[in-house]
């Protein structure tokens, strides 16, 4: 647990020198590497959502590559293609996918056909091409960006490719002394990401995974995530609620939330901060719940509301 703590409080100093007063939503992002998780960062343009993936990328001791996403890009741009070889067999070309961690950049610019693609890789960590299966290297890891405000030349996530996120998250502005601080780091002549260098193997990344997944969970609370996620599937303001897949990984959300906080066992606290980024982005509204201009997040905290807290902890 020590290691751990070490660890991480390694990577929040890391980032936090491009990153200025995030400590939330840097944590959120360590809580979906620690989970084994595909992250969404959905904000408007220029608050930091490239740099944040590219400071976590920076952090770790992993390969890396960008996929800037443009209606062209093709499903094999993402996945490999085979090509003959001089011997006439087939010869399989890696495409941008096959990296440990893979930022791809405003996702909803590319056609849902190429979107597609990338279901069997969040999902199995696994590409097939041609009938063959290539495992990719672990850990593996989708950070993707989109812009909500401009749907000119978008593609809306379907619901499916949503599910596939284990969490979504967004920025938000800095404060006015946070963007002062931004500001003195990026007048000089060196820019802060320059200063960023590894703190973190692959194998320290894998290890704490595992530690997550030994974190406890007691019948209590894992009654109370069952039972928040029946809540949404049964509201007339939500047309889709929550998934078997969200309740997983709510509990697995919870598990690094714990560790975050050098903890060995949930608590509700913990259900009740990843709840949000977790399971909103899964849900569609009713059309009653848009005639009263309620969010997912809204409704959310109200079916919470009438959720039993659990007691006994562990």
Same mark, same amino acid.
């Given at each position: 647990? +020590?290691?751990?703590?070490?660890?991480?409080?390694?990577?929040?100093?890391?980032?936090?020198?491009?990153?200025?007063?995030?400590? *939330?939503?840097?944590?959120?992002?360590?809580?979906?590497?620690?989970?084994?998780?595909?992250?969404?960062?959905?904000?408007?343009?220029?608050?930091?959502?490239?740099?944040?993936?590219?400071?976590? #990328?920076?952090?770790?001791?992993?390969?890396?590559?960008?996929?800037?996403?443009?209606?062209?890009?093709?499903?094999?741009?993402?996945?490999?293609?085979?090509?003959?070889?001089?011997?006439?067999?087939? +010869?399989? !070309?890696?495409?941008?996918?096959?990296?440990?961690?893979?930022?791809?950049?405003?996702?909803?610019?590319?056609? $849902?056909?190429?979107?597609?693609? /990338?279901?069997?890789?969040?999902?199995?960590?696994? &590409?097939?091409?041609?009938?063959?299966?290539?495992?990719?290297?672990?850990?593996?890891?989708?950070?993707?960006? @989109?812009?909500?405000?401009?749907?000119?030349?978008?593609?809306?996530?379907?619901?499916?490719?949503?599910?596939?996120?284990?969490?979504?998250?967004?920025?938000?502005? $800095?404060?006015?002394?946070?963007?002062?601080?931004?500001?003195?780091?990026?007048?000089?002549?060196?820019?802060?990401? @320059? +200063?960023?260098?590894?703190?973190?193997?692959?194998?320290?990344?894998? #290890?704490?995974?595992?530690?997550?997944?030994?974190?406890?969970?007691?019948?209590?609370?894992?009654?109370?995530?069952?039972?928040?996620? #029946?809540?949404?599937?049964?509201?007339?303001?939500?047309?889709?609620?929550?998934?078997?897949?969200?309740?997983?990984?709510?509990?697995? #959300?919870?598990?690094?939330?714990?560790? /975050?906080?050098?903890? *060995?066992?949930?608590?509700?606290?913990?259900?009740? !901060?990843?709840?949000?980024? &977790?399971?909103?982005?899964?849900? &569609?509204?009713?059309?009653?719940?848009?005639?009263?201009?309620?969010?997912?997040?809204?409704?959310?905290?109200?079916?919470?509301?009438?959720?039993?807290?659990?007691?006994?902890?562990?």
């Amino acid at each position: 647990m +020590q290691h751990s703590n070490a660890i991480l409080s390694a990577l929040k100093q890391n980032i936090a020198k491009v990153v200025v007063g995030k400590e *939330d939503v840097v944590e959120l992002l360590l809580t979906a590497l620690l989970c084994e998780g595909h992250i969404l960062i959905e904000d408007v343009p220029g608050v930091g959502k490239t740099t944040l993936c590219s400071a976590l #990328a920076r952090s770790l001791s992993c390969s890396f590559k960008r996929i800037q996403f443009t209606p062209d890009i093709t499903p094999s741009d993402i996945t490999g293609y085979t090509v003959p070889s001089i011997t006439g067999e087939m +010869q399989y !070309r890696p495409g941008a996918i096959l990296s440990q961690i893979v930022l791809a950049d405003e996702i909803n610019r590319t056609s $849902p056909k190429t979107q597609s693609a /990338l279901l069997e890789v969040m999902e199995e960590k696994q &590409v097939t091409v041609d009938g063959v299966t290539y495992p990719l290297s672990r850990p593996f890891m989708v950070l993707a960006t @989109q812009n909500p405000v401009d749907f000119v030349g978008t593609y809306p996530l379907p619901e499916a490719q949503m599910d596939r996120f284990f969490m979504r998250i967004s920025i938000g502005y $800095p404060s006015v002394e946070d963007e002062m601080d931004i500001l003195e780091r990026y007048c000089g002549a060196s820019t802060p990401m @320059q +200063q960023i260098g590894a703190v973190c193997s692959s194998e320290d990344v894998l #290890a704490m995974q595992q530690q997550v997944k030994n974190t406890y969970a007691s019948p209590e609370v894992r009654a109370y995530i069952a039972s928040i996620c #029946a809540a949404t599937r049964n509201t007339p303001y939500l047309t889709l609620g929550a998934s078997t897949r969200a309740a997983i990984a709510l509990v697995r #959300a919870a598990q690094g939330n714990a560790l /975050l906080c050098s903890r *060995d066992y949930i608590i509700p606290e913990d259900v009740q !901060r990843m709840a949000a980024p &977790v399971l909103c982005h899964r849900f &569609v509204l009713s059309a009653d719940a848009r005639m009263r201009g309620y969010t997912e997040s809204q409704v959310l905290s109200e079916l919470m509301a009438g959720v039993r807290i659990p007691v006994r902890l562990k």
